[in-house]
């Protein structure tokens, strides 16, 4: 087996286990159950140097994880009640013939634990960022250095947090913790918001060595088909986010240049955009269009797909992206939206109006220290520029100048930084 293949494997073999675990013992022993589970796919490494696969895998790892976590909950003093309880029904699973793991009971099983997982821990007294930290953790398979690089943020800041959110699960959740229906239908929002914002993580990050980060995006699509192919999921919101994930993840590979720096959307080449995921995408959309529901993530993939069925940048159909933005504005006063509808003014010749609509509203401060509001501005500012008469060019002139130089200052990275000189030029 490669290292990219077992990477990818253990990678969802751990997620898989932690999650199948935790619905037998509850959530407020994940440490344990990752112990386990860590223990358990490096005895499988051990195990399979000579093989490129083992039949039966998924069926086999989880057999050793639950023996080990039996074998950890007996070097618990206090956990004499826990072995009691279910070690009877583990041994009993042991006893059976391992299940292959094609087999659809037990798929559908997995799937559903990964549910439970990601409703209980979209708990609304615990932030999204946390709630990330611990979703990268545990269903993602993602170390806490992995999480951290991941997030542009420290070690000890994500190992914290993820201890924060364990500690509050236990209190928030018992042994045998499953939302009640009512509570899965209010936290379903939070659910996708945290796949959202796994998503979006990936497909921009801040980080200084990479700007995109494909496995995030991949491990958030993959989440939500299992959401979306569950009764929970079966709704349009959910279709509609899944159709914004295709369609953005459908140019990833035209977003990068040989040596790493970013592309601008008008500057892909549209030949390595991948028409199986924008089929995909067109797919999820027209099932999100099922109903008479319409979200901000409609809204969303309504832009996106306009991009992906463009023949070229000057074809784009401008207005209809136009027309997206204003009706996300009315679900959600985004400043990056806001910021993404004044781009779109200015491809109809509609400068002047777009640097308007960004003057109406002060940026937050999180936005006021970033390059996105600055670059933008200057962009608007070359354009008008470029529009102008004579005697309000230099007025023009010098605000983009002024811009410019404060979005350069704030690029967090070398391949932002070359974007922006490449898009201000």
């Given at each position: 087996?490669?290292?990219?293949?077992?990477?990818?494997?253990?990678?969802?073999?751990?997620?898989?286990?932690?999650?199948?675990?935790?619905?037998?013992?509850?959530?407020?022993?994940?440490?344990?159950?990752?112990?386990?589970?860590?223990?358990?796919?490096?005895?499988?490494?051990?195990?399979?140097?000579?093989?490129?696969?083992?039949?039966?895998?998924?069926?086999?790892?989880?057999?050793?994880?639950?023996?080990?976590?039996?074998?950890?909950?007996?070097?618990?003093?206090?956990?004499?009640?826990?072995?009691?309880?279910?070690?009877?029904?583990?041994?009993?699973?042991?006893?059976?013939?391992?299940v292959p793991e094609s087999n659809p009971s037990m798929q559908s099983e997995i799937e559903d634990d990964l549910l439970n997982m990601m409703f209980i821990s979209c708990h609304p007294d615990i932030n999204e960022q946390s709630?990330?930290?611990?979703?990268?953790?545990?269903?993602?398979?993602?170390?806490?250095?992995?999480i951290a690089l991941r997030l542009f943020a420290t070690q000890q800041s994500i190992y914290k947090r993820y201890q924060r959110v364990l500690k509050e699960l236990a209190i928030k959740t018992n042994i045998k913790h499953e939302?009640?229906?009512?509570?899965?239908?209010?936290?379903?929002?939070?659910?996708?918001?945290?796949?959202?914002?796994?998503?979006?993580?990936?497909?921009?990050?801040?980080?200084?060595?990479?700007?995109?980060?494909?496995?995030?995006?991949?491990?958030?699509?993959?989440?939500?088909?299992?959401?979306?192919?569950?009764?929970?999921?079966?709704?349009?919101?959910?279709?509609?986010?899944?159709?914004?994930?295709?369609?953005?993840?459908?140019?990833?590979?035209?977003?990068?240049?040989?040596?790493?720096?970013?592309?601008?959307?008008?500057?892909?080449?549209?030949?390595?955009?991948?028409?199986?995921?924008?089929?995909?995408?067109?797919?999820?959309?027209?099932?999100?269009?099922?109903?008479?529901?319409?979200?901000?993530?409609?809204?969303?993939?309504?832009?996106?797909?306009?991009?992906?069925?463009?023949?070229?940048?000057?074809?784009?159909?401008?207005?209809?992206?136009?027309?997206?933005?204003?009706?996300?504005?009315?679900?959600?006063?985004?400043?990056?939206?806001?910021?993404?509808?004044?781009?779109?003014?200015?491809?109809?010749?509609?400068?002047?109006?777009?640097?308007?609509?960004?003057?109406?509203?002060?940026?937050?401060?999180?936005?006021?220290?970033?390059?996105?509001?600055?670059?933008?501005?200057?962009?608007?500012?070359?354009?008008?520029?470029?529009?102008?008469?004579?005697?309000?060019?230099?007025?023009?002139?010098?605000?983009?100048?002024?811009?410019?130089?404060?979005?350069?200052?704030?690029?967090?990275?070398?391949?932002?930084?070359?974007?922006?000189?490449?898009?201000?030029?």
């Amino acid at each position: 087996m490669d290292k990219q293949k077992a990477e990818h494997f253990f990678r969802h073999e751990y997620g898989r286990l932690v999650a199948k675990l935790a619905a037998k013992v509850g959530i407020c022993h994940v440490e344990l159950i990752e112990d386990a589970v860590q223990s358990a796919l490096l005895s499988a490494v051990e195990s399979w140097q000579s093989n490129d696969s083992i039949e039966n895998s998924t069926a086999w790892l989880y057999s050793v994880a639950s023996n080990r976590l039996i074998d950890n909950f007996r070097q618990q003093q206090n956990r004499s009640d826990i072995i009691q309880k279910f070690q009877s029904d583990f041994e009993t699973e042991f006893q059976k013939p391992l299940v292959p793991e094609s087999n659809p009971s037990m798929q559908s099983e997995i799937e559903d634990d990964l549910l439970n997982m990601m409703f209980i821990s979209c708990h609304p007294d615990i932030n999204e960022q946390s709630t990330l930290v611990f979703t990268l953790k545990t269903l993602c398979g993602f170390s806490i250095k992995e999480i951290a690089l991941r997030l542009f943020a420290t070690q000890q800041s994500i190992y914290k947090r993820y201890q924060r959110v364990l500690k509050e699960l236990a209190i928030k959740t018992n042994i045998k913790h499953e939302p009640k229906p009512s509570e899965l239908i209010f936290r379903r929002s939070r659910v996708l918001r945290l796949l959202y914002l796994m998503f979006t993580q990936g497909y921009l990050s801040v980080n200084e060595q990479r700007s995109i980060q494909p496995e995030l995006c991949l491990e958030a699509i993959r989440l939500t088909q299992i959401l979306a192919k569950h009764s929970l999921g079966q709704f349009e919101e959910c279709y509609a986010l899944l159709a914004l994930m295709f369609f953005q993840y459908s140019r990833i590979d035209s977003r990068l240049d040989n040596s790493g720096g970013l592309v601008l959307l008008e500057n892909q080449d549209r030949s390595k955009w991948d028409q199986s995921y924008i089929a995909e995408g067109l797919n999820w959309l027209q099932q999100s269009a099922s109903g008479e529901v319409f979200t901000r993530y409609h809204a969303e993939a309504g832009v996106a797909g306009a991009h992906c069925l463009a023949s070229s940048f000057d074809k784009t159909d401008w207005t209809q992206i136009i027309d997206c933005y204003e009706i996300l504005q009315q679900f959600t006063s985004s400043p990056i939206h806001q910021l993404n509808h004044a781009i779109a003014l200015t491809q109809t010749g509609q400068t002047q109006l777009a640097i308007e609509l960004i003057q109406q509203s002060k940026p937050p401060s999180w936005l006021q220290g970033s390059y996105q509001w600055y670059v933008v501005l200057a962009y608007l500012y070359k354009r008008l520029d470029e529009e102008s008469a004579s005697k309000s060019r230099q007025v023009a002139k010098n605000k983009y100048n002024e811009y410019k130089k404060t979005a350069l200052d704030l690029a967090p990275n070398t391949a932002i930084r070359d974007l922006i000189l490449h898009s201000l030029n």
